[in-house]
């Protein structure tokens, strides 16, 4: 890499004019070879991304092809996985995965913007700082932690509330019934504790995305709020939701992709079964993560095609979610706000 | 009517009556924030009466059973309780407010007591195996289900753990600052598309990461399952965390000094190299760290490409080698209760890794961009007065 010259290069010669017409020159710093490369170089790296998504796509689309082609559309809506048999579908894996995420979502929503809130607005400002970084080191936890601690210490000390709710709830509301019996087993490794887990694992990305996001509310709208009287519930209800919705609405998505795609906590907990969930608190449950990380060890090319199939319908809807929510959070960041 | 206008005085009104006919009173200066005694009076006694009442409906009248519905029952009788008893002394807006920030105060409790919780659990559970001075210094090779714990250990999968970690930070680390760069000095419309993908691939399952590898390198290539092939997923999952966070470091260097820069001739791969880059080591640093530490506790991606082997394998580009999560995962769901202690002891371990990096990533990148420390301050002086 050659050293840039020690001055600009002068592009335009003088051209001596006459005195009455100075013509403005023309201001262009031509790139240097060095810079040329390097330039060239920034741009390979940026669109990277784009070729190791897109590889990602194409290579999961090849190895699946296989499955694909023996199943046909039955992929989508057959529920039972026995590829040995040729019969296997994400029918219902596939909405037990959602309804892991959406449990999931129910109890890390509150309680991430309640945390989100109470670190931008309510914490006393020594507070602030000990508070991201607990929330930081909750996200760097990694998921194996979280689901040995789900599974180990979580899980035994629940069973009561669970029973609690299929004893006492279950009567009104039918999907928290427990149709295999009062017995310790029909309790655990359920799509409830899976969720419960989960949401552990998202509230770090929603708190601190939400946190963001109603830390940019504008000061001046806060002050006018506080100046018409209003508390500091007032200002937030008037003043930093509204302008902090379409971020927090991203934040949340992001968490549903992350719960989508959560593998580990969840496979350790759960108890494998190939029926779409309608009864959350009974044993049982299934995610297209799981499935893979407990069935890719099966030497059978079929159903290892298969689960790369199944990975790349994860793939597509994760992708999808994170894009839409990424251009909310992005344009509630740049757009959404009012000029000071 | 003439007693509000009494209590409401107006700035254009008459004196008040009392402050003309006495001696003026000696000014107090009012409290602004802080906390009234009638407060904590009231919190105290719906703490005490929310508990008493949920203990007689808990235990005696219903007859439930569990600590978390206890627990939550609790918090519900005192939130109530709380509301009722401010009602009877202050207007509604004020009993919101402080209900309001009565529950965000919980909300931040209880992320700490989570994390608190998860670290005394793991170092509780974990500690058996990793008081015997083997687990740190033996690999599984020559130990079975039924042996004792004082005997193995993960020092195998802390070879292989950090191994990978290296290998997958020294292809995502160029990789992911260049990005970062790419998006932040060359910018424009090419970097909002990358800006969107690079958010996309955060989020990517980590498993769809293994899968990728998996089909690509050891079903596409040909290659056996090894420690590259694990750092290869993981670098499909770092690379995003490190150009995230270095590219919010880099937005931070000041304009001024890239144009100083340029104003002395510099072209723009100096600028960036001698300029930028420099400036805001502390947070690259910072974004490296944080990159390494969800590296490294990453298992779905090494579950399905590296394999898995009890003995110790130093060579990442060929055999089986296993890491700290891959060996988490393999011996805690054994039913033999000593293989449960090892996967324990290897959390521990694990945890311990992770806290270094978070906490070492604290301690670098406390500081701004441009902001010395204290040694570079002492030297930057000491230079000065040499000259």
């Known amino acids: 890499m050659t050293t840039a010259p020690p001055s600009p290069p002068d592009t335009s010669p003088p051209d001596t004019p006459p005195a009455e017409q100075d013509l403005p020159r023309r201001l262009t710093a031509p790139a240097t070879r060095g810079d040329r490369v390097f330039r060239a170089g920034l741009h390979v790296a940026g669109y990277s991304v784009f070729a190791v998504m897109g590889l990602i796509a194409f290579f999961l689309f090849l190895r699946g092809g296989d499955a694909l082609r023996v199943t046909g559309w039955s992929f989508l809506t057959q529920q039972r996985w026995s590829p040995s048999a040729h019969v296997f579908g994400i029918a219902a894996v596939l909405p037990d995965g959602i309804l892991i995420a959406v449990i999931a979502l129910l109890f890390a929503v509150p309680v991430s913007l309640t945390a989100a809130l109470f670190i931008a607005e309510y914490a006393p400002v020594r507070l602030r700082r000990a508070l991201v970084s607990v929330v930081d080191l909750m996200a760097a936890v990694p998921s194996i932690i979280y689901g040995i601690w789900g599974g180990y210490f979580l899980q035994p000390r629940i069973l009561g509330l669970i029973r609690w709710m299929n004893l006492h709830l279950g009567g009104v509301l039918p999907f928290l019934k427990v149709r295999t019996g009062d017995i310790g087993t029909s309790y655990t490794s359920s799509t409830f504790i899976a969720g419960l887990v989960v949401s552990l694992m998202i509230i770090p990305i929603v708190t601190s995305l939400s946190r963001e996001v109603f830390a940019q509310a504008p000061q001046g709208e806060r002050e006018g709020a506080y100046a018409l009287g209003s508390t500091r519930w007032g200002m937030v209800r008037s003043v930093v939701l509204p302008f902090g919705r379409g971020g927090v609405i991203g934040a949340v998505m992001l968490g549903f992709g992350r719960a989508m795609g959560e593998t580990i906590a969840v496979a350790l907990i759960i108890s494998p079964t190939f029926k779409i969930t309608t009864h959350v608190l009974e044993a049982g449950a299934n995610s297209i993560s799981a499935l893979i990380a407990l069935r890719f060890s099966e030497s059978d090319s079929l159903s290892l095609s298969g689960l790369m199939a199944a990975g790349l319908v994860l793939f597509a809807i994760t992708l999808v979610v994170n894009l839409l929510a990424g251009i909310l959070v992005s344009r509630s960041r740049s757009g959404a706000a009012t000029a000071e | ?387």
């Open chain 2, 1 to 387: 009517v003439i007693a509000m206008t009494d209590t409401v005085p107006s700035p254009a009104g008459p004196p008040r009556t009392e402050a003309a006919a006495g001696a003026p009173p000696a000014e107090v200066r009012r409290k602004l924030g802080g906390v009234t005694a009638a407060e904590v009076y009231t919190l105290v006694a719906a703490f005490g009466g929310s508990l008493a009442l949920d203990w007689l409906l808990y235990e005696r009248v219903f007859e439930f059973s569990g600590a978390q519905g206890f627990l939550g029952c609790w918090y519900l009788l005192f939130l109530t309780f709380s509301a009722a008893l401010g009602l009877l002394q202050w207007n509604p807006l004020v009993v919101r407010e402080r209900l309001v920030t009565l529950v965000s105060w919980t909300a931040g409790l209880l992320l700490v007591l989570l994390i608190v919780e998860q670290l005394v659990f793991v170092a509780l559970r974990g500690l058996p195996a990793v008081v015997h001075g083997n687990f740190l210094t033996q690999t599984m090779a020559r130990t079975s289900a039924v042996s004792p714990i004082s005997s193995g250990g993960v020092l195998h999968a802390v070879v292989g753990t950090l191994e990978q970690i290296g290998l997958a930070t020294l292809f995502a680390v160029p990789l992911g600052i260049a990005a970062a760069v790419f998006m932040s000095e060359i910018g424009g419309r090419a970097a909002r598309p990358v800006r969107t993908v690079v958010e996309a691939m955060t989020a990517l399952p980590s498993i769809v990461a293994g899968l990728f590898v998996l089909g690509v390198v050891i079903l596409g290539l040909g290659l056996e399952a090894c420690g590259f092939a694990a750092s290869l997923a993981l670098t499909v999952m770092m690379m995003p965390i490190v150009t995230r966070a270095a590219e919010v470091v880099l937005r931070l260097v000041p304009g001024t000094l890239r144009e100083a820069s340029y104003a002395l001739g510099g072209s723009q791969w100096r600028t960036v190299w001698n300029v930028v880059l420099p400036t805001a080591r502390p947070g690259l640093a910072t974004a490296v760290i944080l990159g390494m530490a969800r590296g490294i506790g990453e298992t779905s991606p090494v579950l399905l490409t590296a394999g898995f082997t009890a003995g110790m394998n130093a060579d990442p580009l060929a055999g089986r080698q296993v890491s700290l999560p891959l060996y988490i995962w393999n011996y805690v769901r054994q039913p033999y209760p000593d293989m449960m202690a090892r996967g324990f002891g290897a959390a521990l371990t694990l945890m311990v890794l992770v806290l270094l990096l978070f906490v070492s990533a604290r301690l670098v990148g406390g500081r701004r961009p441009g902001e010395l420390s204290r040694r570079q301050r002492r030297r930057t002086a000491r230079q000065a007065a040499a000259r």
